[in-house]
């Protein structure tokens, strides 16, 4: 099963943690039954127990852990056995999807924590070398129109914060047809970036001075010529057209200025990647597409996702997968950064996990897309990912629209 795995207590409860919620939301909430382990939702239910005192919690061991969740998916598999209503389906996407998000979670734990890359990538993790495609330079242009931004029913399992598309009007607009690499985004850091106060905001600024940030949080100095990244435990040269990963919504946002380019709104965001143009009036189509390609499910050769590549690959990378616009990647290899706060669509209604989006509107940025290390059933393109703006931790990086 790949490299030895070395739990300690943060990765040990985030496991127990997602067996918690599947026993919460299926066997305990939908069909009723009593907890497992009694003092459960002490140690594992997110929105009570605290951040800061997680780690201290007297967790089962390893062996408890895997145990528990045997446990419980043995009984959810007792209950699929028979037949399942449109209401216990629910809860049960939901805890597939709730169980997705904390396996790419625990990539970038590994990333953060300095561990081994993760299992069945073998020891290096590397991304395979016909991924190493190249850049992918250049702006698409998307005509102006009415845009509708959120999902529909017909986008199946959706979350609250996705309902409902809803009309909103768009100017043309030009948006790179790949993110921004690491080489684009090493000149903003060799010209001085970090150190020039005109190309950050003032919460931005304040960010970079609290931290002493010159360069991205895992890039090392430059030296004899070459730029290099810590990769897990490992120091390697960074590949310059691979997009830049790990840099933070404010480091996003310094680099626009620097460039001057700005980040897409999640409405232009969306209409590049599943828009189309309506061909008699040049005008942007409000029909969508399921992904950037069309209908067909994603293939590692249109997105890299579920680890296909076991990392980033090159920009130029996945051809198969641009959108009718040009735009390639816009789906899977890292999360981008977006212009837009993340805010409740008009009407909207808190779904039965009623802490999943509701206590963080207004105080994060959204991204779109998905990551190497994100699910399918994640990466959809309506789905709205939310972080703090100085969180460097995450696969995130950006692309960015001409300022006109
Ligand atoms: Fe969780």
């Known amino acids: 099963m790949g490299p030895r795995l070395d739990i300690v207590n943060p990765v040990l409860w985030e496991i127990g943690h997602v067996g918690w919620f599947h026993e919460y939301w299926t066997l305990r909430h939908v069909h009723g039954r009593a907890p497992l382990i009694e003092r459960g939702d002490r140690l594992w239910d997110s929105s009570n127990v605290p951040h800061a005192t997680r780690w201290q919690l007297d967790l089962p061991d390893r062996a408890g852990t895997f145990g528990y969740l045997a446990d419980v998916l043995a009984r959810q598999e007792d209950r699929l056995a028979g037949s399942v209503d449109e209401d216990a389906r629910y809860f049960y996407e939901l805890a597939i999807r709730h169980e997705d998000m904390h396996v790419e979670a625990l990539t970038y734990s590994r990333q953060t924590l300095s561990y081994a890359p993760p299992g069945g990538l073998g020891e290096a993790g590397r991304p395979e070398a016909g991924a190493l495609a190249g850049s992918w330079p250049g702006d698409a242009a998307v005509p102006g129109g009415t845009w509708r931004l959120g999902s529909t029913a017909a986008d199946g399992f959706v979350f609250d914060n996705e309902k409902w598309a809803h009309e909103t009007a768009l100017a043309p607009f030009r948006i790179a047809r790949a993110p921004v690499t690491n080489a684009e985004f090493a000149a903003f850091v060799e010209d001085g970036g970090y150190g020039t106060r005109a190309f950050w905001s003032d919460a931005g600024w304040d960010w970079r001075q609290r931290c002493n940030a010159e360069r991205p949080v895992y ?186």
């Open 219 to 404: 890039w090392l100095p430059k030296r004899d010529g070459v730029w290099a990244a810590r990769r897990y435990r490992d120091v390697e040269e960074l590949a310059p057209h691979a997009p830049v990963v790990f840099v933070n919504w404010f480091e996003a946002d310094a680099w626009c200025r620097w460039a001057g380019r700005r980040l897409p709104n999640e409405a232009e965001w969306e209409a590049a990647a599943i828009g189309a143009p309506t061909p008699d009036t040049a005008r942007l189509a409000a029909g969508r597409r399921r992904w950037p390609w069309g209908d067909a499910p994603p293939t590692a050769a249109r997105a890299n996702l579920d680890f296909a590549f076991g990392g980033p690959v090159d920009v130029a990378a996945c051809a198969a997968g641009d959108s009718a616009f040009g735009c390639r990647q816009m789906i899977g290899n890292v999360w981008e950064w977006t212009a837009s706060d993340f805010l409740p669509f008009a009407g909207f209604a808190a779904d039965p996990y009623k802490d999943y989006s509701q206590p963080w509107f207004g105080t994060r940025k959204v991204l779109r897309g998905g990551g190497w290390a994100t699910s399918a059933r994640i990466a959809r393109p309506g789905y709205r990912n939310f972080f703090t703006p100085d969180r460097a931790d995450v696969l995130a990086g950006f692309r960015t629209c001409a300022l006109l």
